[in-house]
């Protein structure tokens, strides 16, 4: 069997430097696990558009569509805010994940045991969580028409936005978080606001229609969204999976993300439908953006795209049991107490840099063996 591909675009700011430790993790999967991954790099962003004028090439588009997983550091920053909205690195992001189609958003909220400290919860609320969101990304009211700011019959203006959702768009969104929940403890949420939106009411329809027919093996549960958002900051620990629409998704995404302490310890997967090798167009990459206030310091967490990578493996290499291999060397190394800057409180002693901490999770790997 081919080699499975990979096309890693680092963008800038911090994205290089985090995924530079990304490659290590790699490396080390040819040297000792002999698992070898067909490796190109691009680039996207500000640093494609300094190169060719535009955020993302039409080669490196194409290439994103070829291989089997697509890695992405981060994009952005401070020399690109005065370019044409055409032009901004964010359009590079927007456009591979449009053409690729990547339609489902795993976000996972999972807090390491010796980060539960770090949590605004208390420590009981966050210790052992492990949660995984996913967000409707290439629909709803984000993307639905009408859209715009008019004139009104008052002399003044209304703005319009359309939360629009087809039964196709629920159903395959609704499928990639049954099959996650099957991988894990088996139970999705689904959350809409059907008291008040006709949108909700189908969405919920949907996603039953999708459970009853197809996975009635999985626990399914329905919640308004905003009783979610209340209920993930009370008691996250209830829910495995919570399956929900864009906007929804947007917010509670990021407040399931805060449960667990820091931007740098976030990864997340996009995911769309399946290729003809069974494996689905998938994009992975950290939360957090190109952090220019601490660029070139060496202060960057590369925690998040690590995991990030981690994700590739269960979810487009199914190689579940080593993504919990990567997964457990990051665990080892935070209750080392080791820590870059960013875990770290004033009086918490000396952080160690962005390539100190990939060579400790390198050499957690290597421990594993
Ligand atoms: P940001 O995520 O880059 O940074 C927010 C704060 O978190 C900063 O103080 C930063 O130093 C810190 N931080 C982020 N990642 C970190 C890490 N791995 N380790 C340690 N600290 C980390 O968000 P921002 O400052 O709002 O945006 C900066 C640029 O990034 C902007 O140009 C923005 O448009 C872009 N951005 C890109 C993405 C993306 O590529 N997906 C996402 C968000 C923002």
């Not at 080593?322 to 870059?340: F, H, I, P, S």
Request: glycine residues 10%.
């Amino acid at each position: 069997m081919a080699n499975p591909s990979l096309l890693i675009l680092p963008g800038d700011g911090i994205g290089p430097e985090v995924m530079a430790e990304v490659r290590k993790i790699i490396n080390w999967y040819g040297a000792k696990r002999g698992v070898t991954f067909d490796v190109s790099e691009g680039l996207v962003g500000g640093c494609a558009y300094d190169k060719y004028g535009t955020p993302l090439h039409d080669d490196t588009m194409a290439r994103a569509q070829e291989v089997d997983a697509v890695l992405l550091g981060a994009v952005g920053g401070p020399q690109y805010d005065t370019l044409d909205f055409s032009l901004k690195p964010e359009r590079g992001l927007l456009r591979l994940r449009k053409e690729m189609d990547l339609y489902a958003n795993l976000r996972p909220a999972q807090c390491f045991d010796a980060l539960a400290d770090f949590s605004s919860l208390k420590k009981e609320v966050v210790a052992g969580l492990d949660i995984m969101i996913v967000r409707e990304l290439t629909s709803g009211v984000y993307f639905g028409e009408p859209r715009g700011i008019f004139p009104d019959n008052e002399g003044g203006r209304v703005g319009i936005n359309t939360q629009r959702y087809t039964t196709n768009e629920i159903r395959r969104v609704a499928r990639s978080a049954f099959e996650l929940a099957r991988r894990r403890n088996n139970k999705v949420c689904s959350m809409e606001k059907a008291n008040v939106m006709e949108s909700g009411v189908l969405w919920r329809e949907e996603v039953q229609w999708v459970h009853d027919h197809e996975y009635p093996d999985v626990a399914l549960s329905h919640m308004y969204a905003d009783n979610g958002a209340m209920q993930l900051v009370r008691w996250p620990k209830q829910f495995d999976v919570i399956v929900t629409d864009n906007l929804f998704g947007d917010v509670l995404s990021d407040c399931a993300a805060m449960l667990t302490g820091s931007l740098g310890m976030l990864p997340s997967a996009s995911l769309g439908a399946p290729m003809a090798n069974g494996r689905p167009k998938a994009l992975y990459e950290p939360v957090h953006g190109s952090a220019p206030d601490i660029a070139g310091t060496g202060k960057a967490n590369p925690i998040a795209c690590i995991l990030s990578f981690a994700m590739a493996l269960r979810y487009s290499f199914d190689m579940g049991a080593e993504a919990a291999r990567v997964e457990n060397a990051v665990q080892k190394v935070l209750a080392d107490g080791l820590r870059t800057a960013d875990l770290m409180g004033p009086q918490d002693g000396t952080p160690i840099s962005t390539t100190e901490m990939g060579d400790a999770i390198v050499a957690a790997l290597n421990a594993s063996l």
